[in-house]
């Protein structure tokens, strides 16, 4: 049997009346199409596209539950092609070569075919290249659906193939309208139930579902059936509540929305906004994050933007790990959440990391000079005799401030600055006392 054969041509009624509610409810034309209007609205890129025909592959980038895999199939539908739907986590090499030799036949026929690759950032480089040569030929017009950035997960020559179009979180709002919408179509959605549902319960179900419409479709579908055995017939909010059972959170623990969570915690923290990073803070946490990840990075967060401002900083936070380990969740989690409230209100200072990044750089970029022979150690003889430690000059003989003339950068690098301290917190104290220890330096310099 070809595998062109009942590929997603439509739900005969009898699978139409078993489908989920999501399914059924489907937009099947941009007309029916809600949400992305900045691609969607009136000359906007995607829409132009698609009603000028235009074969080009393209891959739709954007969080679970926002029509991805609908736009995909309307524009199959608006294109009169063969639309075959591949899962990147079902199909391997044998079954592209497959697919593809059957759309290069069909192609010779004038036949055209659209390949929608669900979750295509799953394939891997040797998968991925596998579709190249018939996406260069036209044999075939390959959508791809990511919820990953594909500039990651896709590889650079598929990549430079496609047009990437970032499809939006659907708002609150849209999805409340787009539920009442299914609780009124007797053709395909809850309307032959003659049930009612509470605007606030509605707004619940759509504001938990973080933007991802088809689990806001689901949590509707249990409403509707709880609120079927009550006399009233009314989705309330209690109803709605009792159908949730436990917010939906758009997490990925190895994916980008953990990195883009991670940075805006660090950002918040930097921008000294106590409220803000609690937040993102627990955001991470309700999305199942490592309480030890956390501490890893608020630690980093005490090392690099707090630094010797607030050198008491990197001690918290090491005492909110411990914390963690001895704890554990969710009785450690109130040791993070106290570290990072401390790092947000704390004197910030950068300047260690600045000068770390400037050496590191001045040790990339220039030769490496031998160690000045007044700071080498002479353990024998003949390291002696090649004057090995001569000139040395031992700060704790000198008087008062221990300071000596003595010099301890190679040559070429003399009067180099790295490091230029704050006046932020404690680290304005530091700073007075460089600037005392390189004066005393100087006049013992000129006294010889």
Known sequence: MSLFDGQMQGLSATGQQFAPLAERMRPRTLAE?????????????????IEHDDPSSMI??????????????????????????????????????????????????????????DEIHRFNKAQQDAFLPYVERGTIRLIGATTENPSFEVIGALLSRCRVYVLEPLSTERIATLLQRALSDEARGLGSLSLTADEEALLLIAG???????????????????????????????????????????????????????????????????????????????????????????????????????????????????????????????ALAEAVVYLSLAPKSNSVYLAWGAVKQEIESTRQEPVPLHLRNAPTKLMKELDYGKGYQYAHSEEG????????????????????PTNEGREKQLAQRFDEIRRIREEKKQSR
């Open 33 to 49: 199409y809600s949400g992305q209007e900045h691609l969607l609205g009136p000359g906007k890129p995607l829409r132009v596209q």
């Open 60 to 117: 739709f980038w954007g969080p679970p539950g926002v029509g991805k895999t609908t736009l995909a199939k309307i524009i199959a539908e608006t294109t009169q092609a063969t639309f075959i739907e591949f899962s990147a986590v079902l199909s391997g090499i044998k079954e592209i070569k497959q697919v593809m030799a059957e759309a290069a036949d069909a192609a010779r026929m004038g036949s055209r075919t659209i390949l929608f690759i």
């Open 208 to 334: 938990y579902s973080s933007g991802d419409c088809r689990s806001a479709y689901n949590v509707l579908e249990i409403a509707a059936q709880l609120a079927s055995s009550e006399k009233t017939r009314i989705i309330t909010t209690a109803i709605a509540t009792t159908a949730l059972q436990q917010r939906v959170l758009l997490y990925d623990k190895t994916g980008e929305e953990h990195y883009n969570l991670i940075s805006a915690l660090h950002k918040s923290v930097r921008n000294s906004d106590p409220d803000a990073a609690l937040y993102w803070l627990a955001r991470m946490f309700a999305g199942g994050e490592d309480p030890l990840y956390l501490a890893r990075r608020i630690t980093r967060m005490a090392i690099e933007d707090i630094g010797l401002a607030a050198p008491e900083a990197l001690n918290l936070c090491h005492s909110a790990r411990q914390a963690v380990e001895f704890m554990g969740s969710p009785e450690g989690d109130l």
């Open 401 to 420: 401030e221990k300071v000596s003339a003595m010099d301890c950068l190679p040559e070429s690098l003399l009067g180099h600055r790295y490091y230029h």
